[in-house]
């Protein structure tokens, strides 16, 4: 490698990351910069950026996080942070063990939604255990005029999951669905499913801080929640299709878990005196 700056672009299901190793945390990576590197016509493009950080070097790392483990620094594509990222945890995981910087099989990922343990398989799929999956109210959503009955899930990060029969290709996304700030004060990701039948969702997602994306893994734990909810369990699984694929998640007592794919696509050098310029 040259004297850029390194970075390695992957993704879970189409919901794509740039990862930015930074083990001492000494990268200025403002919201402007991600912005730049999440351009798809300026920069790299993706949906959000992952600073691979060691944990004691993030000064806003929730309290006790091991400060020597991996922390994945989430920023969403418009430069937000967001506390979780379902898709990300799993390229993150890839990229450690690619790079050498953990053993493949069992680690644990530091998020600001606190430690995720992570499986990461022989077969390049990743398992990542996602806490609890929260239903805490019930509201709505406006596409293009017409209300969806939705329910809001704390995975970590806020969802608002509207279960419908109209048929998810048809609607408009391309503008953020209408909701209730009272409900969701830090805005919210929005999922559409349908179900298709026992087990198996189909889904799209508007996400905070991004637009539509292709898959969100925190969504699809959200819409199999959710969907447990409205049949009156608490617990089960589902397959989860996405545009960009599909994925795995059971939800449990205290802890849901997602299985899906993750993969390393290119990796290279930033040029400097773009990164200084951004
Ligand atoms: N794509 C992610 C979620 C990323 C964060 C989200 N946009 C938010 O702001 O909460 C996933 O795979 O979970």
């Given amino acids: 490698m040259g004297t850029g700056l390194e970075f390695v672009k992957g993704h879970g299901t189409q919901n794509d990351f740039v990862v930015l190793p930074d083990p001492d945390g000494v990268l200025d990576l403002t919201d402007t910069r991600v912005r730049a590197l999440c351009d ?5 493009g993706a949906d959000g950026v992952l600073r691979a950080v060691r944990t004691g070097k993030v000064p806003d790392a929730p309290a006790g996080i091991d400060p020597d483990l991996w922390f ?10 967001a506390e979780m990222c379902g898709n990300g945890v799993r390229v993150f995981a890839r990229y450690l063990v690619d790079a050498g910087l953990a053993e493949p099989g069992e680690l644990v990922v530091g998020t600001r939604a606190g430690e995720r343990p992570v499986v990461a398989h022989a077969d390049g799929s ?20 017409t209300e969806f009955d939705g329910v809001a899930v704390d995975v970590g990060n806020p969802h608002l999951v509207c279960l419908t029969e109209t048929a998810v290709e048809r609607l408009d996304l391309s503008v953020p669905p209408g909701h209730d700030p009272v409900v969701f004060p830090h805005d919210v990701n929005v999922e559409f499913v349908n ?19 292709r898959s969100c893994g925190t969504g699809t734990v959200a819409v199999t929640a959710a969907w447990l909810h ?12 996405v545009p960009g694929g599909q994925v795995t998640v059971v939800v449990g007592d205290r802890v849901s878990t997602l299985t899906g794919p993750a993969e390393l696509v290119a990796r290279g050098e930033l040029d400097l005196a773009w990164w200084a310029a951004a």
Avoid: C, K, Q, W
């Fill in 40 to 44: 798809r016509s300026r920069g790299l």
């Fill in 72 to 81: 994945m620094d989430y920023r969403n594509a418009d430069g937000s942070i």
């Fill in 126 to 145: 990743v398992t990542v255990h996602m806490g609890p999956a929260t239903v805490f109210a019930r509201s709505t959503a406006t596409v293009g005029g």
């Fill in 195 to 213: 179900v298709l039948g026992e087990g198996s969702l189909r889904m799209r997602v508007h996400e905070r801080g991004v637009g539509e994306t």
């Fill in 230 to 241: 409205l049949t009156g369990r608490d617990t089960g699984r589902a397959e989860v299709h």
